[in-house]
């Protein structure tokens, strides 16, 4: 007994949607017929790939995996089918979570750009720490984009091997402030923490699971005598310009997407910060997933930031 590349089709638009009725509606057909699909399937290839509960649909452990082979087989027909049979390639699926960070969206930006495909459906959310976690966890998200330092690190590496997911490098940054270009720190060659006391610290506020272990920002643990905590990336970027505030990251700046009104200064501090992606133990990305990563490595090589190559 072997499956089919219908079956394979089904089975991604379930887990994208994560619910038979739903999944059924989008693909015409029936909820029985659906049903049984999935169920020859599992049946064919000998495991349980979904859980099914009064609540909805989700992947086990074997479906994610699974998943991630299905999506591979389901490209590679795509493509076969677009060079020697002259279709179009069929549409692009890729949802991506991330930290606040300008060379995120630009790599995104970029990865639209080459999709070579007529239509797509992206998701880009900016996302708080735990969130970011649970959309890969739950597949909602194929990787997430966070940070790493030695404060955070061990904590970090424990909740994502509880929830079988994988840290992989990709960068490592010195730590800079964000300021407005009118700060009276503007033009200083490298800051201190002590020359940072009497200016607002800005950094994102991560909801319920407000740990500084979640925190963006490295130093968070620091007492700041003036701190406001916000919720996106255009907040922060004016409360730099009309407060004189700074937040502290990897000094990767987007001209394109923060105009030059933004500018970093290296901050004197012994540490560092890893940036990497997140993503299920056993899933295969996409193909559009390492495109993304592809182009993400390409925003970042020209800043002074330690590549790693295993991206």
């Given at each position: 007994?072997?499956?089919?590349?219908?079956?394979?089709?089904?089975?991604?638009?379930?887990?994208?949607?994560?619910?038979?009725?739903?999944?059924?509606?989008?693909?015409?057909?029936?909820?029985?017929?659906?049903?049984?699909?999935?169920?020859?399937?599992?049946?064919?290839?000998?495991?349980?790939?979904?859980?099914?509960?009064?609540?909805?649909?989700?992947?086990?452990?074997?479906?994610?995996?699974?998943?991630?082979?299905?999506?591979?087989?389901?490209?590679?027909?795509?493509?076969?089918?677009?060079?020697?049979?002259?279709?179009?390639?069929?549409?692009?699926?890729?949802?991506?979570?991330?930290?606040?960070?300008?060379?995120?969206?630009?790599a995104f930006v970029n990865?639209?750009?080459?999709?070579?495909?007529?239509?797509?459906?992206?998701?880009?959310?900016?996302?708080?720490?735990?969130?970011?976690?649970?959309?890969?966890?739950?597949?909602?998200?194929?990787?997430?984009?966070?940070?790493?330092?030695?404060?955070?690190?061990?904590?970090?590496?424990?909740?994502?091997?509880?929830?079988?997911?994988?840290?992989?490098?990709?960068?490592?940054?010195?730590?800079?402030?964000?300021?407005?270009?009118?700060?009276?720190?503007?033009?200083?060659?490298?800051?201190?923490?002590?020359?940072?006391?009497?200016?607002?610290?800005l950094s994102y506020e991560?909801?319920?699971?407000?740990?500084?272990?979640?925190?963006?920002?490295?130093?968070?643990?620091?007492?700041?005598?003036?701190?406001?905590?916000?919720?996106?990336?255009?907040?922060?970027?004016?409360?730099?310009?009309?407060?004189?505030?700074?937040?502290?990251?990897?000094?990767?700046?987007?001209?394109?997407?923060?105009?030059?009104?933004?500018?970093?200064?290296?901050?004197?501090?012994?540490?560092?910060?890893?940036?990497?992606?997140?993503?299920?133990?056993?899933?295969?990305?996409?193909?559009?997933?390492?495109?993304?990563?592809?182009?993400?490595?390409?925003?970042?090589?020209?800043?002074?930031?330690?590549?790693?190559?295993?991206?």
């Amino acid at each position: 007994m072997s499956f089919s590349l219908q079956q394979l089709k089904y089975f991604t638009e379930i887990a994208r949607i994560g619910s038979i009725n739903q999944a059924a509606e989008a693909l015409y057909i029936t909820q029985p017929s659906l049903s049984k699909s999935m169920k020859d399937l599992e049946e064919t290839v000998g495991s349980t790939l979904f859980k099914r509960t009064s609540k909805g649909i989700s992947l086990t452990q074997d479906g994610t995996e699974f998943l991630g082979y299905a999506r591979q087989v389901l490209e590679q027909s795509d493509l076969l089918e677009s060079r020697w049979l002259n279709k179009q390639p069929s549409r692009r699926l890729c949802a991506i979570s991330t930290q606040h960070y300008a060379f995120a969206v630009n790599a995104f930006v970029n990865m639209v750009k080459k999709t070579e495909s007529s239509e797509y459906e992206y998701t880009l959310r900016e996302a708080r720490t735990y969130e970011i976690i649970e959309d890969v966890k739950a597949l909602r998200s194929e990787l997430g984009v966070l940070y790493k330092n030695n404060y955070n690190g061990q904590v970090i590496d424990k909740i994502l091997r509880e929830n079988r997911l994988v840290f992989h490098p990709l960068f490592v940054a010195k730590p800079h402030v964000f300021v407005s270009s009118t700060n009276p720190l503007a033009n200083r060659e490298f800051v201190t923490l002590e020359d940072l006391e009497g200016y607002p610290r800005l950094s994102y506020e991560q909801g319920e699971h407000n740990s500084f272990y979640f925190s963006e920002e490295i130093l968070s643990t620091i007492y700041a005598k003036k701190d406001i905590k916000v919720g996106d990336r255009a907040t922060i970027f004016n409360l730099m310009i009309g407060l004189n505030g700074y937040t502290i990251s990897t000094g990767i700046v987007s001209s394109d997407l923060n105009g030059d009104n933004i500018i970093s200064i290296p901050l004197a501090v012994e540490d560092q910060i890893e940036i990497g992606w997140i993503s299920q133990k056993s899933a295969l990305l996409s193909l559009q997933a390492q495109l993304y990563l592809d182009e993400l490595k390409t925003v970042v090589a020209p800043y002074d930031v330690e590549l790693h190559d295993d991206i």
